[in-house]
């Protein structure tokens, strides 16, 4: 449970990494370069490519703009491949928009169907996700593969793969229309300047159009926008009548946020629905418009433009609408009520200009604002999954703490048991003998008693003692064993001991568990082993075995045999428990140390044993374990730890 915590708190930070990125870069190679170096943090991906639908080409076109692959050489950046049906793996995530895994045995049935089928060489594992814009519309595929049966891909990373893809997908749509919005922005200003030192502009042209670039990167809230822009076209062209209007298309209405006039103090409305003035309709056609008095006055009295605000006296009229990719943000007005003072064709490419920056600056600022509350979501997001993640770890280390105290009362109770055995014969032959000398003193008080009467009580008190001398001593051994084991697993301190001797005390305070099952347990551990470190977890750590040996590796009345070996490597200790039960498959067995796994839920399984183990061999011991099993093969740990322990 650990490591998942601890891979999905990398699976977070991988996210973040993503998205900061998207937000920081303008090169698409330099971000899938940052996310291959994100991702190869909690998968294997030493292979990793993505191709996108070149966008300017032909239909069914791609290319690779990132390629990393272990063996084979990376294509030509701007090469283009087509994409044919049932020729290769990525066509077929791409054309069916599905994801694709495929093993190594998979691949080389389609190639033996169709010789063509792919152009590199075969992995032992592949694995392919589809790209979608916002629309759901392919932008092409995210592809990581393995060439050896050591790193495969199991359904997590998959699912996380496919979460990653998400990712990538909203950040690469995001560069691309940057990409296009900039190569629009900058073909566009080139225009308007060559247009501009045609008509031979004065210096203010050049200064209105150099602060118009600039805008959108420097604007940092409306009211600012709306002034600045303001001056910027009075600078430009005569603009004392001007009109900003915002279009909102969750309640299909329009809002004037900005306006000034020589006629009206105030704006006729502030807030209307979509279809009414002159602004919805410049909305509707998404192109800039110029009217002179007579033009506007046949569109007002045609009725192709319904319900008029505000002053219509106009001597000459112009609209921009502010327009990013197909997206309408709102639009820009500039009317003349002086007969003097007429637009041209100039003035209005100036404000069609004007008014795509000023949509790019809108894009920028409610992007900037959704990115805000994207990070503040993530962060509460992140702080609730961090006080889960810790109230997960009290809960998990207060169960633990609980399971070891329960094995210690296990075992407490085992071994009453046990002793009360050698007690209950030691109590009846104290009984026999007190009554044996009884008679003997009433023989000898009547005169009755012989030499052969003498001989027999002589007998009987040489029996009686043996007797209870032998259970005694037993009893006495195992209360030893247990006081120290006892003592040891409610002890977190290190001393020194021989680990021969502390095994056999241990296993004697297990018989209780043992007593009565066909099982036997040989030891084979050195005995010259001395250590100096945690007894208690030696103690917890094969009782913990022991246990689950008993629990799950035999059946009931199932005979079976547990060895137990130990020998010195250098500083080290090698440690092997082995039992030949009925062993587990490749699935149970991955998940042996998960905290509360257990395949005998309300038969006497915790879910704890192994994970305690695993954590005391790791932690308290610092050492490592390894476990191999097989249905039918019983199951193997090997474990290593230092000889002396140091705090």
């Not at 063996?71 to 077929?92: C, I, K, N, W, Y």
Request: proline share 3%; charged share 25%.
């Amino acid at each position: 449970m650990e490591s998942r915590l601890t891979r999905l708190e990398a699976v977070q930070t991988v996210l973040l990494e993503i998205g900061q990125k998207s937000s920081s870069c303008t090169d698409i190679s330099e971000f899938l370069q940052a996310v291959h170096a994100a991702l190869g943090r909690i998968m294997y991906a030493a292979n990793f490519f993505v191709a996108l639908s070149d966008e300017n080409g032909p239909p069914n076109m791609v290319r690779f703009v990132y390629f990393v692959d272990e063996v084979d050489d990376p294509p030509q950046r701007d090469e283009l491949f087509e994409l044919v049906a049932g020729e290769s793996p990525t066509a077929a995530v791409i054309l069916s928009r599905e994801r694709i895994v495929m093993t190594a045995a998979e691949h080389q049935s389609k190639r033996e169907d169709n010789a063509e089928f792919g152009i590199g060489t075969i992995a032992e594992h592949w694995m392919g996700c589809p790209l979608f814009d916002h629309n759901h519309q392919i932008l092409g595929a995210v592809v990581i593969q393995s060439y050896d049966k050591e790193h495969t891909f199991s359904d997590e990373d998959q699912a996380l793969f496919a979460l990653i893809a998400n990712h990538v997908s909203s950040a690469l749509q995001g560069l691309q229309s940057m990409d296009r919005l900039e190569r629009a922005v900058q073909e566009r200003t080139r225009q308007l300047q060559h247009e501009v030192a045609e008509r031979r502009r004065a210096e203010n042209i050049q200064r209105g159009l150099y602060e118009l670039a600039n805008l959108s990167a420097t604007a940092t809230g409306g009211s600012r926008l709306n002034m600045r822009l303001h001056q910027i076209i009075s600078e430009l062209v005569p603009a004392k009548n001007f009109l900003m209007a915002l279009y909102h298309p969750d309640t299909n209405e329009i809002s004037i946020p900005y306006f000034v006039d020589e006629k009206d103090e105030y704006a006729p409305v502030r807030r209307f629905d979509y279809g009414l003035g002159m602004s919805s309709y410049i909305l509707q056609r998404k192109q800039a418009m110029l009217l002179d008095r007579e033009g506007f006055r046949a569109l007002v009295d045609s009725g192709e433009m319904e319900h008029p605000l505000g002053n219509v006296d106009i001597a000459s009229w112009m609209g921009a609408p502010m327009l990013l990719g197909d997206k309408a943000y709102g639009v820009i007005i500039v009317q003349s009520y002086d007969d003097t003072v007429n637009y041209t064709q100039a003035d209005l490419d100036i404000l069609a200009f004007m008014a795509s920056h000023v949509a790019v600056a809108i894009a920028r600022l409610q992007a900037d604002r959704q990115i805000r509350q994207a990070k503040e979501t993530l962060e509460q997001q992140n702080a609730a999954l961090e006080n889960a993640l810790t109230s997960l770890k009290d809960a998990q280390g207060e169960l633990v703490r609980q399971e070891k105290l329960a094995s210690l009362g296990r075992l407490v109770a085992g071994v009453a048991h046990e002793i009360n055995t050698p007690l209950g014969i030691c109590v009846t032959a104290t009984s026999h003998l007190v009554e044996e000398l009884k008679l003997t003193r009433e023989d000898l008080a009547n005169g009755a008693l012989d030499e052969e009467g003498l001989n027999g009580f002589f007998d009987i008190i040489d029996q009686s003692l043996k007797i209870m001398t032998t259970n005694t001593q037993r009893a006495a051994a195992l209360v030893r064993s247990f006081k120290q084991v006892a003592v040891d697993q409610s002890s977190d301190d290190i001393r020194s001991f021989n680990l021969r001797k502390y095994l056999d005390e241990v296993l004697l305070s297990l018989q209780p568990k043992l007593k009565g099952k066909p099982i036997t347990i040989d030891i084979a551990c050195d005995e010259h082993i001395n250590m100096a470190s945690f007894p208690g977890a030696i103690s917890q750590i094969v009782t913990n075995m022991v246990v689950n040996s008993l629990v799950h590796g035999f059946e009931e009345g199932q005979s079976g045999k547990i060895k137990i070996s130990g020998r010195v490597d250098g500083d080290n200790v090698e440690f092997d428990y082995s039992d030949d039960g009925v062993g587990m498959d490749s699935a149970t067995l991955a998940q042996l140390f998960d905290p509360f796994f257990t395949t005998k839920r309300g038969s006497g399984g915790s879910g704890l044993g192994a994970h305690i183990l695993y954590n005391l061999v790791t932690g308290a011991l610092g050492g490592s374990v390894k476990v191999a099993s097989a249905p039918g093969m019983g199951l193997h740990y090997k474990l290593r730890f230092p000889k002396v322990k140091r705090k």
